[in-house]
């Protein structure tokens, strides 16, 4: 088989045989096949889609690239999460804990940053000491301790999507609904869950822009996921604005560990709850109950533990037990004000998700280094009112000329309208 020749297919707009996917995925992550070459066929995808014989068979390519775990011997419901990106999206660092403190198992494969999203792995990197990437005896000895856990592909686990997703973050070649669903669903399939929620979002500051786009996508990942004989819901949510204030890798961990307190936003709280209660009733909880409960592990203080008992074990160091405030580094700032008077629209929520890559929070090239203290703190929301002049954001840098390019961006994505805006739902629907 020639990769040439499987390129040249897919430039045709024809379908790929298992086999052909195959020889790609497992030739990638082996280094047979070169990244201009792997770079060719994912714009080919791109433009020319994939069928959803071929969507799955990339999945079970990747799977296949690596192991798939097998935590029977570990206690409680095994459940899993993931979304298709977002900006500001940290639901995962609210729903692994609260999940976890109520006795199910959570070992959760997550991504990097991707195009203008950010990833939970780089989120979870600004805590210092902390690491994402271990081998099996690590990832089960943690795991026992804590029933959960949040790691990166690796030679074990998806180690086709790790080069793959590296490579599509520098390639655009990230909004392709197929490669989106290999990506997230071979990951899920590998950590060995029984029950799946994916967070679908949907709207300017996702890859999915339409409720059409991300309810295809949501059943076309459900599909995938039954197939192998998992519980697959998804929730669809509204990524029109950033979730919560806080776009960039460590003022998101912050905003996450204070929702977990108590006292973060209610967008992040609703969103979060949603999908562990949804994924609580797909494996028989009443779902009111599972709500009480998931409530009920925020106010007790044990969400928050078990929070700080993940990061211990996956080797934080413990002063940011105490304080995890102390994750933000010294760096430049700028605040954005606002152009004229009127109520916030964003208009833009990708511009908010390239304007935090602009400030050092993402990366361009494969290889770049993340400023992880780098970011943007939103002082408001859609519907507020301002009057010209009042702060709408503050940017974060390490880099002031960067702060400046960044500064222009986000000031487009902000709009100001006379009449207030309709208030958009933030939870959009739920599918199962
Ligand atoms: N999350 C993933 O793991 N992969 C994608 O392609 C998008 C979001």
């Known amino acids: 088989m020639d990769i040439l020749d499987i390129i040249e297919k897919k430039k045709k707009g024809q379908k790929l045989s298992s086999e052909e996917i195959s020889f790609f995925a497992a030739g990638y992550a082996k280094g047979d096949i070169p990244d201009y070459q792997a770079s060719a066929l994912l714009m080919a995808i791109c433009i020319n889609g994939m069928h959803s014989d071929e969507t799955a068979a990339l999945t079970k390519a990747i799977v296949e690239s690596g192991e798939t775990l097998d935590l029977s011997g570990l206690p409680g419901i095994k459940v899993d999460k993931h979304s298709n990106g977002g900006v500001g999206d940290k639901a995962s660092l609210v729903v692994v804990p609260m999940l976890a403190s109520l006795g199910y198992t959570v070992i959760k494969a997550s991504g990097r940053g991707l195009g203008h999203t950010g990833g939970t792995l780089d989120k979870l990197e600004s805590i210092g000491g902390l690491v994402v990437g271990m081998d099996m005896d690590r990832l089960m000895s943690i795991a026992e301790r804590t029933n959960a856990l949040i790691c990166e592909q690796s030679p074990m686990i998806t180690p086709a999507d790790k080069k793959l997703y590296a490579l599509r973050d520098v390639t655009a070649t990230v909004d392709s609904p197929s490669l989106i669903a290999a990506s ?249």
Do not use: W
């Open 184 to 432: 997230i669903m071979s990951k899920k399939i590998a950590c060995g869950a029984d029950a799946i929620v994916l967070d679908v979002k949907i709207g300017s500051g996702s890859f999915m822009k339409t409720l059409e786009d991300g309810q295809a996508l949501a059943r076309e990942m459900i599909s995938i996921g039954t197939s192998t004989g998992k519980k697959v819901s998804a929730v669809l949510t509204d990524m029109g604005q950033p979730l919560g204030y806080a776009v960039g890798n460590a003022l998101e961990v912050i905003e996450a560990a204070n929702t977990l307190k108590g006292s973060g936003p209610g967008d992040l709280l609703e969103v979060s709850i949603e999908l562990a209660s949804t994924l609580m009733a797909s494996v028989g909880e009443d779902k009111a109950a599972a709500v009480e409960k998931l409530i009920g592990s925020i106010n007790s203080g044990m969400a928050y533990s078990k929070f700080v008992q993940i990061i211990l074990a996956q080797g934080a160091d413990e002063v940011y037990a105490d304080n995890i405030n102390l994750i933000l580094e010294p760096r430049e700032s700028v605040v954005l004000k606002a152009r004229e008077g009127g109520y916030v629209y964003i208009t833009d929520c990708e511009a908010i998700g390239k304007a935090s890559l602009e400030c050092g929070a993402g990366r361009k090239q494969l290889g770049d280094t993340i400023d992880s203290s780098a970011g943007i703190m939103m002082h408001v929301k859609n519907g507020d009112l301002v009057s010209a002049g009042d702060p709408v954001a503050t940017l974060y840098s390490s880099s002031s000329d960067k702060l400046e390019i960044a500064l222009g961006l986000l000031d487009g994505a902000f709009g100001y309208c006379q009449a207030k805006p309709d208030a958009v739902e933030t939870i959009l629907g739920t599918l199962s």
